[in-house]
């Protein structure tokens, strides 16, 4: 990658909004629509600059009708188009779920392939002291129904390469921010902060090991990739070697890279910031478990959110949370699990 | 554009009767399973569109919608073996007959009820930032206009001066509640006056005035000067689905509906009234619509269901991974544009 030209002083929601910014640029049937995405730029200023670059035809503020304009969505990516759907926080999914777990992502197999939904939702999740209604992840429920695709990226390179992957995919792509990560420097991550100007993308379904070891595996995904990160870097002082997986994808989610390295570590633990129960986190226990069988794990362990609301205090946040402290626990108790 | 005479709208509403009565068939016999909703009593509202849409512009349609897919010119062919889930359908068996997707003539449908404006405003917004003068058609029905994604669409339509018609066939009852029950006007076209859209409320059962309405409707929409919401009363007289215990309309209303406003016999007696076409014409029109129908239907009989090695295939366009964890993945299909 020497002889890329590297873009310096970028937060992550610029990381996102330079990727939608080459790709519109490269592809006029790109557009975007949602609430304040315009002239206000994305409530976390994903989509800045992008309303004076392309015009209010093509990057359009929506009224508050999720309803209307992700079923909008579909109807432009029937036409041709490729929208990117704004749905500002995940939690407001709720809204328009209909149109999303029944039009965008089954209208392809439903039509016998002759239909394409080449849509981008794009909403943020995760945790920042909001409480229940605006802190969930939700790409559980949403890998949970078949049809589309679901990206959460932690690195800055993979903010920018993934939407680039997200628009240009012939599916329907949900790609969940993390309200946490948005306005993080790039240099602030420890890999993947060199962002390049030049057009790239990420392949949607490869797991990246970020951090090697040979104790136990660890795989995330988004926000908790980095707690998971400090976490493994103080542990190492103790001696616990961490080695430590970013999914980046849950549809399709990429069980052979967590196998392959359980096959050498023999113990998983799974961190996931969303619900515990039915979600990421049993999934990937499951599948790694279907690949290696039951006797590769000396020890297995999932550290999520347990099945409550999000409390708006933030002691309250701090204990169902999964947290640098929350993690640390976690990878001690999987590492002394015998 | 074209004017159809009434004579060739009354040979189509024919059509559109005996297709559907080749799906009550299928509900009969076994082939097809599952909810099953005919139009038979609604025909002159979709008879009435046919001609005045171009394959430029979109119909998005209901649970509901055979009627509006043979008016946009889907051939029945593919769409009777579609809704008999064979391999030669419209969506090779995947859809069914509340699923209906025929790119090639912008007609889809959605099962949901309520969720066809939404994405029938997609197509309007496509037709407007390309700068077409295509229309996208909505249907609903009026149980669907009390849901808000009605006013969203409407009012986003209006706002964005899109080129949407939303079609509201009433007839009556929303399943079982009666459209009075629920409704807090006396129609659902007043509610236009809210959004500065044009409006008009009409019998759903006289085929030349839905024709007459929703050409102007479509003009409208047409001439950029936003959406139209035209509700065309009708009557179904089949239960809401096939199989339908129907015990919320008395027989003695279910009765005098059909004696009174099917708009076939409406339809053909005008014809004959009027001297446009005497009872041998009819008849042989009638025959012909039979037949038309009874050897589609034979040869959709014979074609072959899907294979079910393919139930995976085609989630995704690119499907690189396998749905069942370790099995080899699925060829992708490669379809759509």
């Known amino acids: 990658m020497s002889n890329v030209t590297q873009i310096r002083g970028l937060n992550i929601s610029q990381c996102i909004g330079i990727a939608l910014e080459q790709e519109m640029s490269r592809d006029e049937r790109v557009v975007v629509l949602g609430e304040d995405v315009g002239a206000l730029g994305g409530v976390f200023g994903t989509t800045r600059r992008l309303q004076r670059l392309f015009g209010d035809r093509r990057v359009r503020d929506t009224p508050i009708s999720e309803m209307a304009f992700t079923g909008m969505g579909v109807g432009l990516a029937m036409a041709g188009w490729r929208p990117v759907v704004e749905i500002m926080f995940a939690d407001f999914i709720g809204v328009c779920l209909e149109q999303i777990y029944n039009a965008m992502a089954k209208n392809h197999y439903m039509s016998g392939g002759t239909v394409r939904i080449p849509m981008v ?137 967590v196998a392959a390295s359980v096959a050498r570590t023999g113990r998983l633990l799974v961190v996931d910031e969303d619900y515990l129960s039915f979600g990421l986190s049993g999934e990937v226990v499951t599948r790694v478990m279907e690949l290696l069988g039951p006797s590769a794990l000396k020890a297995v362990k999932r550290h999520a959110v347990p099945d409550v609301p999000i409390p708006a205090a933030l002691t309250l946040e701090k204990v169902v949370v999964p947290s640098v402290a929350s993690i640390s626990g976690a990878i001690r108790a999987i590492a002394r699990a015998s | 554009m074209t004017m159809y005479s009434t004579l060739d709208r009354y040979r189509m509403m024919v059509r559109m009767r005996c297709f559907e009565q080749a799906c009550q ?89 309520g969720s066809s404006l939404p994405v029938a405003t997609g197509y309007a917004y496509a037709a407007w930032l390309e700068g077409r003068d295509s229309v996208a058609v909505g249907v609903l029905g009026d149980g669907a206009a009390n849901i808000g994604a009605f006013h969203e669409c409407l009012n986003i339509a209006a706002a964005w001066k899109l080129p949407l018609v939303a079609l509201v066939e009433n007839n009556l009852y929303a399943i079982s509640v009666p459209v009075a029950h629920v409704l807090a006007t006396p129609s659902i076209a007043e509610r236009a006056a809210a959004y500065n859209a044009w409006g008009k409320k009409v019998d759903g059962t006289d085929v030349d005035i839905v024709a007459e309405a929703f050409a102007e409707a479509v003009a409208h929409a047409r001439s950029g000067k936003g959406p139209a919401l035209l509700e065309a009363t009708c009557y179904r007289f089949s239960g809401h689905y096939e199989g339908d215990y129907d015990v919320y309309r008395t027989s003695e209303e279910k009765e005098r509906m059909q004696r009174e406003h099917d708009p076939l016999t409406l339809t053909r007696r005008k014809l004959l009234e009027r001297g446009e076409a005497h009872e041998a014409d009819l008849a042989a029109i009638e025959q012909e619509a039979r037949n038309e129908i009874a050897g589609i239907l034979a040869e959709v009989r014979a074609a072959a269901l899907p294979d079910p090695s393919g139930a995976l295939d085609g989630v995704f366009v690119e499907q690189t991974w396998p749905l069942i964890p370790g099995a080899e993945p699925a060829p992708a299909t490669g379809g759509g544009r």
């Open chain 1, 121 to 257: 939702l794009k909403t943020a999740g995760g945790c920042i002291g909001s409480a229940a209604q605006h802190s969930q992840c939700l790409w559980g429920t949403l890998a949970h129904l078949p049809g589309m695709k679901v990206v959460a990226p932690w690195t800055p390179y993979d903010h920018k390469g993934l939407m680039a992957a997200a628009v240009e995919s012939d599916d329907p792509v949900v790609y969940i921010e993390h309200k946490s990560l948005m306005r993080h420097k790039a240099e602030s991550f420890p890999i993947g902060f060199e962002v390049p100007e030049e057009r790239y993308t990420v392949p949607i379904g490869q797991a990246q090991v970020v951090r090697r070891g040979g104790d136990l595996t660890l795989a995330t995904i988004s926000a908790t990739v980095g707690h998971s990160m400090t976490a493994a870097e103080a542990l190492a002082g103790e001696g616990i070697d961490v080695e430590v997986i970013d999914l980046r994808s849950v549809v399709p989610l990429d069980a052979e890279t």
């Open chain 2, 25 to 113: 068939q299928g509900v009969v016999s076994g082939e097809i399973h599952g909810e099953m909703h005919v139009g038979i009593g609604q025909e002159a509202i979709a008879a009435g569109m046919w001609g005045a849409l171009r394959d430029d512009d979109a119909v998005v349609s209901t649970h509901r919608p055979h009627l509006h897919g043979i008016a946009k010119g889907v051939p029945l062919r593919p769409m009777l073996a579609e809704i008999y889930e064979r391999e030669t359908g419209l969506c090779r068996g995947r859809g069914g007959h509340m699923h209906l997707f025929d790119t090639a003539h912008n007609f889809s449908t959605t099962g949901i009820v």
